[in-house]
């Protein structure tokens, strides 16, 4: 008989340092609440912990019971522990801001003198704007630094593969941009009479950009302070979800923590039952944990069982921790 050879307890143990705690899986299996759940244990620890999420919709608040929407909020009765549900419109419109001042004064520098709103309209128009947004959102509260442990409520799985994928072609581009600002700014001052130098906020632009790139992606493959967990209940689609994301994590040397499993049926309640329903999903779920053990190995961190309710409030959330924690 399988089993977890490596609990979220020993996990949490092994990596005392763990700052960032990302949660991923397929929509509807529990990552809100497992983000949730960890994050009180953490607080519960001591550490000062913000659980944040990036959702467009309200599934922290409703987890809680209570409004965090738009700023860090303190959690009614958990010390230690803040919740923010990150108000996605107000995000994307400042990022769209900070586009166009970013195109209209490079149009103006260039001498172009072409209308900035075409820009604008094909660079915040494409779909992966508002997910880009939301992932620079995210890595700016990690930046900040006010919280010794962050959990976040969903992976940004397509956006973290991306980001580092993209990462090294973005830096030959800043290095490449940075190099022709560099001689087109010499040019200008050796053509220039008067000494004084001029100010370039594009090229600060790139170097604090490539900045900011480096440190992120500095932040999320240290396998010391991160550390991306998925969760799957045990049905195929889930599975075969959260398989793919760990390949392409493990490729891009983003630090997998483990897969925690979800809304296992306690068969050990079953006795007597003959209800058919019942012992077929029973049965079926029996099956999809085969390939769980087969496929994620010593990578299963814990077992949750599907509780007679949902999980919402302080006191269920406690009561999931002390399951997820075993
Ligand atoms: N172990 C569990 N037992 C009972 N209900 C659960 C359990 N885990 C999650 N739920 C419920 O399932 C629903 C989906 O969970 P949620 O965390 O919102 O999923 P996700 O964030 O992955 O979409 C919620 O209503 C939640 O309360
Ligand atoms: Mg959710």
């Given at each position: 008989m399988p089993g977890i050879e490596k609990s979220m307890a020993d996990f949490v143990r092994e990596h005392p340092d763990l700052r960032y705690a990302f949660f991923g899986g397929?929509?509807?299996?529990g990552k809100t609440v497992m983000a949730g759940t960890a994050a009180l244990w953490f607080a519960r620890q001591g550490k000062k912990t913000l659980l944040a999420s990036t959702n467009p919709v309200h599934s922290i608040s409703s987890l809680l019971g209570q409004n965090v929407f738009g700023k860090p909020t303190p959690v009614d009765g958990a010390e230690n522990l803040h919740a923010f549900e990150i108000d996605t419109s107000e995000t994307i419109e400042r990022s769209k801001r900070e586009i166009r001042e970013k195109i209209a004064w490079f149009l103006q520098y260039a001498d172009?003198?072409?209308?900035?709103d075409d820009f604008i309209e094909s660079a915040t128009m494409n779909p992966a704007f508002e997910e880009s947004a939301m992932f620079e959102n995210m890595v700016d509260l990690m930046f900040r630094?006010?919280?010794e442990v962050y959990i976040f409520d969903t992976a940004p799985t397509a956006n973290a593969r991306r980001l580092l994928g993209m990462s090294k072609v973005y830096s030959l581009w800043v290095q490449k941009m940075l190099k022709s600002r560099e001689e087109a700014k010499s040019l200008r001052e050796m053509l220039s009479f008067s000494k004084k130098k001029e100010k370039d906020p594009l090229m600060d632009y790139l170097l604090s950009f490539q900045d900011r790139m480096a440190n992120a992606q500095r932040l999320l493959t240290d396998d010391q302070k991160t550390a991306f967990f998925f969760v799957t209940i045990p049905e195929a689609l889930p599975i075969a979800v959260i398989t793919r994301f760990i390949n392409w994590f493990h490729d891009f040397g983003i630090p997998v923590g483990g897969v925690i499993v979800n809304?296992?049926?306690?068969?050990?309640?079953?006795?007597?039952?003959?209800?058919e329903f019942v012992l077929n999903r029973v049965a079926a779920q029996a099956e999809h944990m085969d390939t769980i053990w087969k496929t994620f190995d010593g990578g299963v961190r814990a077992i949750v069982p599907l509780f007679e309710?949902?999980?919402?409030?302080v006191p269920m959330l406690q009561r999931t921790a002390d399951m997820l924690f075993k």
């Open positions: 397929k929509g509807g299996v172009l003198n072409t209308k900035a630094d006010e919280y809304m296992l049926i306690d068969n050990t309640i079953l006795q007597g039952t003959t209800d309710q949902e999980v919402r409030g």
